[in-house]
């Protein structure tokens, strides 16, 4: 029987591989949110508002190919769907775990039902248990137990259904990133690219992958985090089109990892905002500390130079976010959720899940986390990662005539006449300790 349907589109922000698209049987109303609850706590230049805005009206554009559209609104989603109720059947949506989603979603189905597709993942938490029906708490074994993936040709991708049709409706006018209340922001060339460009240039990048994705300063990384976060391409999509080729098993690998963090969310939601692991950790509360890690003002070049990166562009390497992380958490000693948190603020890749069980894992307190004893050191990890200060360089610019072994020296850059950089505000070696006992009492 056909229905009217409302296809709320979120973090799939694609018409390929389009789970709602795939299961739309009757009349269908494409619609698309910009949420007031989340935008109202976002800064005006956020370059997240303006790359969704842009990648929005692409999705209304490719719909249009297909004789649909595109409705976009702005506003409270409980408001918006007081409006739509009457004449639809059901609302269908791709799943969200985190807490505000969970809640959201939770108040829509109080309006019209709410039909849940899981498209911006491999699979389903609930589908990758262990024998006795627990959730996996280790990688390894969740890694294994995917395994099978690698047997199969490639994991069926959605079709998009013939049998479905534009409701007539008065669409809205689509409102303006200024009307949003937001400066049209410019984000890094490669955002310029489709997810299918940015995969198919990494390709020939993998034989290397496993040793270059380490140097940050190298361009070694798929650069595809923020195009699966908003669903610009599809994880089943990217699997599909990488499996393909030789050395493709470990960027697979941390395909994985993300499959992975979105499994300890969901099976343990309380997960966002307690320690995984149970401990309660008295942290320092020093403001100051980590007001000067926020501005990339440590004196520690390499923690500044990603710091300063990461507020400039909204981008920061993998790499550097466990340098920094292990340098917040265990010489600062500061909350891993205010880490987290000023992350969730600032990079253009934000995904609740792989946020979160990153920063619990830095912090010692996460799902198969670094042993509390290994603790990042910022020196020796830039010497090794970046000897020449190439990407230091790049970003700290009045370094530019520093010998790039004064960047992998404690106090290094300060023992310089000619330069004026601020002091380091912890000792790495003594606050490494410090860190080290504490957690000591706690095992």
């Known amino acids: 029987m056909k229905k009217k349907q409302i296809l709320w589109f979120r973090r799939d922000l694609r018409v390929e591989d389009s789970a709602l698209l795939h299961h739309t049987n009757g009349e269908v109303l494409p619609i698309f949110i910009f949420d007031k609850n989340i935008l109202d706590k976002l800064p005006k230049d956020d370059k997240r508002v303006s790359f969704i805005y842009k990648s929005v009206l692409g999705l209304k554009k490719q719909l249009q190919t297909i004789g649909l559209d595109l409705a976009i609104f702005y506003g409270y989603p409980k408001d918006i769907f007081q409006t739509l109720k009457n004449g639809f059947d059901e609302v269908l949506c791709s799943c969200d775990f985190d807490a505000y989603a969970t809640q959201r979603d939770k108040e829509i189905e109080d309006i019209l039902p709410l039909k849940r597709f899981y498209d911006s993942y491999l699979i389903h938490p609930s589908h990758s248990l262990k024998d006795d029906e627990t959730p996996y708490k280790v990688f390894t074994p969740f890694y294994k137990n995917l395994m099978p993936l690698w047997d199969c040709s490639s994991i069926e991708e959605y079709q998009i259904s013939q049998n479905m049709s534009l409701i007539d409706y008065k669409f809205p006018n689509t409102p303006t990133l200024e009307e949003l209340g937001f400066q049209t922001q410019l984000f890094p060339k490669f955002l310029e690219k489709s997810g299918f460009e940015l995969l198919n240039e990494f390709i020939p990048k993998l034989e290397n992958y496993q040793e270059a994705r380490d140097y940050f300063y190298l361009d070694g990384t798929s650069k595809l985090a923020v195009h699966l ?26 395909l994985f990892w993300r499959e992975f963090y979105n499994s300890i969310l969901y099976h343990f939601p309380k997960s966002e905002f307690e320690n995984f692991n149970g401990k309660e950790i008295t942290w320092n509360q020093n403001k100051e500390y980590f007001k000067a890690w926020c501005q990339g003002n440590t004196g520690v070049p390499i923690i500044d130079a990603a710091m300063r990166h990461l507020n400039q562009t909204g981008l920061m390497h993998n790499r550097l976010r466990m340098i920094v992380a292990s340098f917040l958490t265990k010489n600062l000693f500061l909350p891993w959720k205010w880490g987290e948190e000023y992350f969730a603020k600032k990079l253009l890749d934000y995904d609740a899940s792989s946020n979160i069980g990153s920063w619990q894992w830095g912090a010692s307190i996460g799902a198969d986390s670094v042993p509390y004893f290994r ?4 020196y020796s990890q830039s010497k090794k990662f970046d000897k020449h200060g190439i990407f230091i360089k790049s970003v700290i610019k009045e370094f530019q005539r520093i010998e790039p072994k004064l960047f992998h020296i404690e106090n290094g850059v300060q023992s310089n006449l000619f330069v004026d950089y601020i002091p380091i505000i912890v000792n790495i070696k003594n606050s490494r300790a410090d860190a080290i006992e504490k957690f000591k009492m706690l095992n």
């Open 229 to 254: 976060r908003f669903g610009l391409i599809s994880p089943k999509q990217v699997f599909n089109k990488i499996k393909k080729y030789p050395h493709s098993e470990f960027f697979i690998r941390e």
């Open 375 to 378: 603790v990042f050191n910022p």
